[in-house]
């Protein structure tokens, strides 16, 4: 009988997840191995609900992700673990490819019985671990997970002088509050660094409002613009969450955050009218534009890359569970696995923007921050 693996993708949709579908079709025909691609992530493991996928059925440069998505947390659905573990059985799956962020891959975590590879997705960027160095630098384990690459250039773009906001803001003199997500992790609010924004506010640093309100004022008075780029996770010091909704949780027990840039506008526009005219403070969120679309080069060729890996590893005989990451020799990228059998749940391999990256004093990038952003997305000039 014919070795039959399956592959899902879970959470929300990032730019290269059909790169990597797309791969593993071509690289298990060649390897005389049959793909079940899940439908709605874990969804479809839980009521098999699946294709069969062959080469040449995915298109790998169209964004979004040809099985579709959900999110599920196995452990919370009534015998949702023995489900699953049965129908690993009955299907005779022997491998498993689990593509999503830390909530889809922490089902993982349940389910034994399988060889299964992990291929973190996220916008968010905070699949893996920062290694900090005694001379100040850092190392990243997972440099970048899939969907980071094309989002934070789309940040980039949407703050900057050459391609985006920052020309109405200086002709119009405005100041201009643009909404990253991000929940808890600031990545993609960092990665707009690359666009040359005034100030950069993380959720992983409480922000003193007043400080920055004193901030924002000066830098309008000295340039008439200003570009401020939000997490929508941002806290205030000492006063909680900037804007969540905590009654509208989803299964893995998120709040809802949306309205930060909002938020801080309206304070803005009541609190700096003693230094100017405050109408022309506005609030931008690109929301879901930063995970929709196609892939970018970089982005493309990773998603395949680790599709193709992925399908290599669980045919060679590996029989444990582990993430696939994306690692720099220092000239280019390659995968590598990170073993994770022996973390007791993905929150072991859940990653923060420190200090060595950002300077809350400031509210920007530091010099290692740059360092290591400039091998995923272009700087510009201005």
């Given at each position: 009988m014919k070795k039959r693996f399956g592959i899902l993708t879970g959470g929300g949709d990032v730019p290269p997840l059909n790169a990597v579908i797309s791969a593993a079709a071509d690289e298990c025909s060649k390897q005389g191995v049959e793909l079940l691609g899940f439908l709605r992530g874990w969804q479809g493991l839980l009521n098999k609900d699946y294709i069969v996928l062959n080469p040449g059925d995915v298109n790998p440069e169209i964004g979004g992700t040809i099985l579709k998505s959900s999110r599920v947390n196995i452990a919370k659905v009534e015998d949702g673990v023995s489900k699953v573990d049965a129908n690993v059985k009955e299907l005779g799956l022997s491998g498993l490819i689990v593509i999503g962020g830390d909530d889809t891959t922490s089902n993982s975590f349940y389910i034994k019985n399988i060889p299964q590879v992990l291929v973190s997705k996220t916008i968010d960027n905070?699949?893996?671990?920062?290694?900090?160095?005694?001379?100040?630098?850092?190392?990243?384990?997972?440099?970048?997970?899939?969907?980071?690459?094309?989002?934070?250039?789309?940040?980039?773009?949407?703050?900057?002088?050459?391609?985006?906001?920052?020309?109405?803001?200086?002709?119009?003199?405005?100041?201009?509050?643009?909404?990253?997500?991000?929940?808890?992790?600031?990545?993609?609010?960092?990665?707009?660094?690359?666009?040359?924004?005034?100030?950069?506010?993380?959720?992983?640093?409480?922000?003193?409002?007043?400080?920055?309100?004193?901030?924002?004022?000066?830098?309008?008075?000295?340039?008439?613009?200003?570009?401020?780029?939000?997490?929508?996770?941002?806290?205030?010091?000492?006063?909680?969450?900037?804007?969540?909704?905590?009654?509208?949780?989803?299964?893995?027990?998120?709040?809802?955050?949306?309205?930060?840039?909002?938020?801080?506008?309206?304070?803005?526009?009541?609190?700096?009218?003693?230094y100017f005219d405050t109408r022309n403070i506005n609030s931008v969120n690109p929301s879901y534009l930063y995970r929709a679309g196609n892939p970018n080069k970089l982005d493309l060729e990773s998603g395949q890359m680790l599709g193709r890996e992925a399908v290599k590893k669980l045919n060679h005989g590996y029989s444990e569970r582990s993430f696939e990451v994306i690692q720099h020799n220092g000239k280019e990228f390659y995968a590598d696995y990170f073993e994770v059998d022996k973390m007791d749940s993905i929150k072991d391999f859940h990653r923060f923007v420190n200090d060595k990256l950002y300077n809350p004093e400031t509210y920007n990038i530091t010099e290692e921050g740059v360092k290591y952003l400039s091998k995923i997305v272009r700087f510009r000039d201005k």
């Open positions: 905070d699949v893996g671990m920062v290694k900090e160095n005694p001379d100040g630098t850092v190392d990243m384990i997972n440099y970048f997970t899939l969907g980071f690459p094309t989002s934070a250039d789309k940040i980039a773009s949407f703050v900057s002088w050459s391609e985006g906001l920052r020309t109405t803001a200086y002709s119009h003199e405005r100041i201009m509050i643009v909404e990253s997500m991000g929940l808890h992790a600031g990545w993609l609010t960092l990665a707009s660094a690359a666009g040359k924004p005034d100030f950069i506010l993380l959720p992983e640093f409480n922000i003193d409002y007043n400080d920055l309100k004193e901030r924002i004022a000066k830098k309008f008075l000295d340039q008439r613009n200003v570009m401020v780029v939000i997490s929508e996770g941002a806290s205030w010091k000492g006063g909680g969450y900037i804007s969540v909704d905590e009654n509208n949780l989803d299964p893995f027990g998120h709040p809802r955050f949306k309205g930060a840039a909002d938020v801080l506008a309206e304070k803005l526009r009541t609190d700096l009218k003693k």
